[in-house]
């Protein structure tokens, strides 16, 4: 009698531990050692970033922009007030922001040329790379659209390969140097601002940058037709150089910021009416310090 009750006790006790480990998520072991937690996967570590939002030296190339060409006085550079590397402070050039003043006057560099074009980029970019720079600026490719005529504009293609050849020129030097490149201006929201002053009009005869500012009060069909086809040259330019900045991780395009910038008269130089004033030169320094010392995107 007392075997059989201990018999179904034991019985009974086995279901219910049975019971149990059914209803648990870890399930039960009847015999060995007890479970280990599984272990914790190791963190992976967080890339380095590519991009220094704080460089240590500035080399600019480009042409009359970045010279600051009639921002002082009438067909004169003025690159003291460049937004590049200038010294003036009410200009607070992106060199001044980034290096102060000492470091702009010792490690900043402008080696572009008012006229330049495209194809010589390759060049000022060589100059650059020789002074070891750990961030250059580019604002080139206006004077590719601003021609004669618009059929004497550089082909796009053309326009590519050169920029495309001046960063492997660059590389060749300074391989590890950082590249912001500005996007290039809207020459028709210029001719927007300018064709209604008397004095602009007398000066863009002179023939600045004709294939957008010739005739300036003509609203006829084929004007605007003309003046299109020259925007539609410069979205192409801005384009190539998007593109072809994407293909290096060392740089940085502006994504259309100066293209988009809305600047009106107080931005134009009151000689020209075409090349930034004082006030168009910091406003083009506060766009492209906002781009350099903006955070990478995260991956």
Request: some cysteine; hydrophobic content about 40%; proline content about 8%.
């Given at each position: 009698?007392?075997?059989?009750?201990r018999?179904?006790?034991?019985?009974?006790?086995?279901?219910?531990?049975?019971?149990?480990?059914?209803?648990?998520?870890t399930?039960?072991?009847?015999?060995?050692?007890?479970?280990?937690?599984?272990?914790k996967?190791?963190?992976?570590?967080r890339?380095?970033?590519?991009?220094?939002?704080?460089?240590?030296?500035?080399?600019?190339?480009?042409?009359?922009?970045?010279?600051?060409?009639?921002?002082?006085?009438?067909?004169?550079?003025?690159?003291?007030?460049?937004w590049?590397?200038?010294?003036?402070?009410?200009?607070?050039?992106?060199?001044?922001?980034?290096?102060?003043?000492?470091?702009?006057?010792?490690?900043s560099?402008?080696?572009?040329?008012?006229?330049?074009?495209?194809?010589?980029?390759?060049?000022?970019?060589?100059?650059?790379?020789?002074?070891?720079p750990?961030?250059?600026?580019?604002?080139?490719?206006?004077?590719?659209a601003?021609?004669?005529?618009?059929?004497?504009?550089?082909?796009?293609?053309?326009?590519?390969?050169d920029?495309?050849?001046?960063?492997?020129?660059?590389?060749?030097?300074?391989?590890?140097?950082?590249?912001?490149?500005?996007?290039?201006?809207?020459?028709?929201?210029?001719?927007?601002?300018?064709?209604?002053?008397?004095?602009?009009?007398q000066?863009?005869?002179?023939?600045?940058c004709?294939?957008?500012?010739?005739?300036?009060?003509?609203?006829?069909?084929p004007?605007?037709?003309?003046?299109?086809?020259?925007?539609?040259?410069?979205?192409?330019?801005?384009?190539?150089?998007?593109?072809?900045?994407?293909?290096?991780?060392?740089?940085?395009?502006?994504?259309?910021?100066?293209?988009?910038?809305?600047?009106?008269?107080?931005?134009?130089?009151?000689?020209?009416?075409?090349?930034?004033?004082?006030?168009?030169?910091?406003?083009?320094?506060?766009?492209?310090?906002?781009?350099?010392?903006?955070?990478?995107?995260?991956?």
């Amino acid at each position: 009698m007392h075997g059989r009750q201990r018999f179904r006790t034991t019985v009974a006790s086995a279901a219910a531990a049975l019971l149990l480990c059914a209803g648990t998520l870890t399930g039960c072991e009847t015999a060995g050692p007890a479970a280990t937690a599984p272990p914790k996967p190791t963190p992976t570590p967080r890339p380095t970033p590519v991009w220094d939002r704080s460089p240590a030296s500035l080399a600019a190339v480009g042409d009359s922009i970045t010279r600051a060409f009639d921002a002082c006085s009438v067909l004169a550079d003025c690159p003291e007030v460049s937004w590049a590397t200038g010294t003036d402070t009410t200009v607070n050039s992106l060199a001044l922001r980034l290096l102060g003043a000492r470091g702009t006057a010792a490690r900043s560099w402008n080696l572009a040329r008012t006229g330049a074009r495209m194809a010589e980029l390759p060049a000022q970019m060589a100059r650059a790379a020789a002074e070891r720079p750990e961030l250059v600026t580019v604002m080139m490719g206006a004077n590719d659209a601003c021609r004669d005529r618009p059929e004497l504009m550089t082909p796009v293609e053309e326009f590519r390969a050169d920029f495309e050849a001046s960063l492997v020129a660059l590389r060749r030097t300074a391989p590890k140097a950082q590249v912001y490149v500005s996007s290039l201006p809207d020459l028709k929201r210029l001719w927007s601002q300018g064709k209604d002053t008397p004095m602009g009009r007398q000066i863009w005869k002179l023939g600045i940058c004709a294939s957008m500012l010739a005739d300036a009060e003509d609203l006829s069909a084929p004007a605007e037709q003309r003046r299109n086809r020259v925007r539609d040259r410069v979205v192409a330019y801005n384009a190539a150089l998007e593109q072809v900045c994407a293909k290096d991780p060392r740089c940085r395009y502006d994504g259309g910021a100066v293209f988009g910038f809305r600047f009106d008269g107080a931005q134009l130089s009151p000689w020209d009416g075409f090349h930034p004033s004082k006030n168009g030169q910091a406003r083009l320094a506060e766009i492209a310090h906002r781009q350099v010392t903006a955070p990478e995107p995260p991956a």
